[in-house]
């Protein structure tokens, strides 16, 4: 099935520091979505987005739904140090099946205090 | 909140055992999905619910089987586990395309 290219593979930052991640597929998606994972636990929903240009905040979180409809961008701005996790990109293929996902295999964010 | 609840966060299991995870979630929600995830090879889909007592299979569904009887209520079965099945389980709960994941199943098969 269809794969979404997640990048970086993973960061290393310092505290405070503005965070950029993508992710991009080969072909068109009807809705992005963006997880973050802590160790041991599920992904937790961050930020959801359905048009394309569509800009969405969630606190220092920013996600944008590229035009193409092929991409989408996560930035987190002022790291800190909780920020830490596994950030994955999520996304319904167009024409694809109802309510299934495709997701990518994330972005290890380290945040050095 | 949306709260999605998984039966067990650990488990051990010997091989050819039958395994039950159990998964239920309290918004009302019409989806309900099982995943596995592995390192290297991400979240991978092994059944959906659309409704109660309907099933699609995912991409990874051999060796599994679902039943939902109930609305909440969405469990997976494994007939005869074998150590490939070690893996971290996630149930995941949703309305159109947004999932919402319990804290997981961490299985391993000896």
């Known amino acids: 099935g269809q794969q979404l290219n997640q990048s970086p593979q993973s960061m290393f930052i310092q505290e405070g520091e503005d965070v950029s991640m993508n992710c991009t597929s080969s072909?068109?998606?009807?809705?992005w979505l963006w997880y973050k994972q802590d160790p041991g636990e599920g992904p937790v929903l961050l930020i959801a987005?359905?048009?394309?240009?569509e800009l969405t905040s969630n606190g220092r979180l920013t996600a944008q739904f590229g035009i193409t409809r092929k991409d989408s961008f996560l930035n987190i701005s002022a790291s800190i140090p909780s920020d830490v996790g596994i950030y994955f990109c999520a996304g319904q293929e167009s024409g694809g099946s109802n309510y299934k996902l495709t997701f990518g295999k994330g972005t290890l964010l380290t945040v050095n205090p | 909140d949306v709260k999605v609840t998984q039966s067990s966060r650990y488990l051990v299991k010997r091989t050819g055992e039958k395994v039950f995870l159990e998964c239920v979630q309290d918004m009302d929600h019409e989806n309900m999905f099982w995943y596995r995830q592995d390192p290297g090879l991400g979240l991978r889909l092994i059944y959906f619910s659309y409704d109660v007592k309907m099933k699609e299979k995912g991409d990874i569904p051999e060796g599994y089987s679902v039943s939902r009887e109930k609305k909440e209520r969405f469990s997976l079965i494994l007939e005869s586990a074998s150590t490939n099945q070690t893996s971290m389980y996630l149930c995941?709960?949703?309305?159109?395309?947004?999932?919402?994941f319990g804290p997981g199943t961490r299985l391993t098969v000896t």
């Open positions: 072909s068109i998606f009807n809705t």
């Open positions: 995941a709960s949703g309305w159109g395309y947004e999932q919402y």
């Open positions: 987005l359905y048009k394309a240009g």
